[in-house]
């Protein structure tokens, strides 16, 4: 009898140890994957500590216009009183951004401030109309945006050499041409390696990329930008196809529409890897400082909210 009771007590304990178990199973699958996903969680960040007090603080004061915010002032992209500026990663830039706005771009939507505050010693941003020439820059600079005539990172150098300066070997005729008479007669070899050496030199000074332009604004908005005639000629640049994280994505458009900070990012990822030819080790990681903090912030709590 004994027996028989232990062993009945023994079965349900187990019928009801593997009912308790399928429940949390059908619970855990019944947890959106988005809340349980973390793509940035592999970023190599400093420590955001600072924006964990900030947080439980509430919003505080910028220290130049003293409006109140959070984090950090989007107009004077500046941190706030309550975000020590030293606290705050500063990351240094293989090139120069400018980043031309939309007028019409919430500033407390945008995310080029980010790359601001995060580097600032390398970006700008512009409130369109108001946009430098770039004309006489145009042999090293190029505009990230997708269409017919973008080329992708690791043809930069290539398609640059067409906007080569004026008056350094514009082609190769340019550097055999006969010499003058009074000059000494140069040797068919020693010709050839002259021609080589500028061909060469033409190639390092014209294909060297130094700024790269970035639209802030919606996808919506961007034609009257992207048909400025400052504009026009420049190398358009076309990113590779990446989903993006932004909570404000826009709808009716793909998850590869990426936000600014986002763009940024992953261009200089493959910039540094496709043209700089080095290995990738975080270094531009910290451009998703504030990005990635305020991505969990809001997953976790749309993931509370059961959305």
């Not at 130049?64 to 830039?93: D, G, H, N, Q």
């Not at 992207?226 to 404000?248: H, P």
Request: proline share 6%; hydrophobic share 30%.
């Amino acid at each position: 009898m004994s027996l028989n009771s232990s062993t009945l007590l023994n079965e349900e304990n187990s019928q009801g140890l593997k009912r308790s178990t399928e429940r949390l199973e059908s619970l855990e699958l019944q947890t959106p994957s988005s809340c349980r996903d973390n793509p940035l969680e592999q970023l190599q960040l400093a420590s955001q500590e600072v924006l964990e007090k900030a947080k439980k603080s509430g919003r505080s004061k910028c220290p130049r216009c003293s409006s109140s915010r959070m984090f950090y002032c989007y107009t004077c992209f500046v941190p706030v009183e309550t975000v020590p500026a030293k606290e705050i990663p500063t990351v240094k830039l293989p090139l120069k951004i400018d980043i031309i706005k939309h007028p019409n771009e919430t500033d407390g939507k945008s995310t080029a401030v980010h790359a601001k505050l995060l580097a600032p010693d390398d970006v700008t941003i512009y409130k369109y109309p108001c946009i430098p020439e770039y004309e006489e820059q145009r042999h090293e600079i190029a505009l990230i945006f997708p269409g017919p005539s973008s080329v992708s990172v690791k043809d930069i150098a290539f398609h640059l050499q067409k906007y080569t300066k004026k008056g350094v070997c514009d082609n190769a005729d340019d550097c055999s041409r006969e010499p003058f008479p009074k000059q000494a007669k140069i040797e068919p070899k020693e010709e050839e390696k002259n021609l080589n050496e500028c061909i060469s030199r033409n190639r390092s000074e014209g294909t060297r990329l130094k700024k790269i332009i970035f639209i802030d604004s919606t996808w919506n908005q961007t034609n009257k930008i992207i048909t400025d005639e400052r504009l026009q000629g420049l190398l358009q640049i076309e990113l590779k196809t990446r989903k993006t994280c932004f909570w404000r994505h826009q709808k009716g458009k793909p998850d590869t529409y990426l936000s600014t900070i986002e763009a940024i990012y992953y261009f200089l990822v493959d910039y540094h890897q496709e043209i700089l030819k080095e290995n990738y080790k975080g270094q531009y990681d910290n451009l998703l400082f504030f990005f990635s903090f305020m991505y969990t912030l809001i997953k976790n709590a749309r993931c509370s909210a059961g959305k």
